[in-house]
């Protein structure tokens, strides 16, 4: 026979070396989980993941961590400067929503303010009905008719010295009820922050009333 027909062909041999090759991968998967047992059992515990795997701190948890953290030199300090009072100013707008007192911003803060909101808050102001009365008028002045036109102009300016007269005067009634409780002393600014707010309607003040219309005043404690 000739020595040919000893000679494996290569279709012999690819099943043997693929065959080898899966021996090799199985010994090395199992080399691998074997090296990861063995570090669990030495360490009592898991190894915690790195990177991504690792949980995602909140961002309120973030930010604490921030505010808490001593910085180092001079720009991060005046990062952590920055983001101290982007918080403050996002606690304060919260708070004009909500009449958090505790976060109010200075123009609102204290209890003479509070007082001073809650005199006008119970009492009827001008202010409330002032804008639908102008829109009713600025309607009527569309009419093509000199009669109309001229009331008009007379009821749009009736109406705001009108506003302005009861503004002027809730703002008094506002200062007195400070001075009152908690002396002249504190009651600087006061007519005019209750003036700005008797001009508005009560669903747009800020920070919002506490007191019902014709309730009685909330008590407030001085500082």
Not at 36 to 64: F, I, Y
Not at 82 to 98: G, N, P, S
Not at 157 to 178: E, K, Q
Request: aromatic residues 6%.
């Amino acid at each position: 026979m000739p020595p040919e027909a000893f000679k494996p062909s290569h279709d012999a041999e690819h099943p043997l070396i693929i065959r080898r090759l899966s021996a090799v991968m199985l010994l090395r998967r199992s080399s691998v989980k074997d090296g990861q047992t063995d570090s669990v059992d030495l360490d009592g515990a898991p190894d915690e993941p790195a990177g991504k795997g690792r949980p995602t701190p909140k961002r309120a948890a973030a930010r604490q961590a921030r505010r808490n953290q001593t910085p180092k030199n001079r720009k991060e300090a005046a990062a952590l400067t920055r983001d101290k009072r982007r918080q403050e100013r996002m606690a304060a707008r919260q708070a004009l929503v909500t009449g958090d007192e505790r976060n109010l911003p200075a123009r609102d803060a204290g209890p003479e303010k509070r007082l001073a909101r809650d005199v006008i808050d119970s009492r009827f102001t001008y202010g409330q009905v002032f804008f639908g009365l102008i829109a009713v008028v600025f309607l009527a002045s569309l009419i093509p008719v000199t009669a109309v036109h001229t009331a008009d102009n007379f009821v749009a300016l009736f109406s705001l010295a009108l506003m302005f007269l009861d503004g002027a005067t809730n703002g008094r009634r506002a200062r007195s009820a400070v001075v009152a409780k908690y002396g002249k002393e504190n009651a600087r600014g006061i007519a005019v922050y209750a003036f700005m707010r008797a001009l508005f309607p009560r669903r747009l003040r800020r920070p919002p009333p506490k007191v019902k219309r014709g309730g009685a005043l909330v008590a407030t404690e001085p500082r």
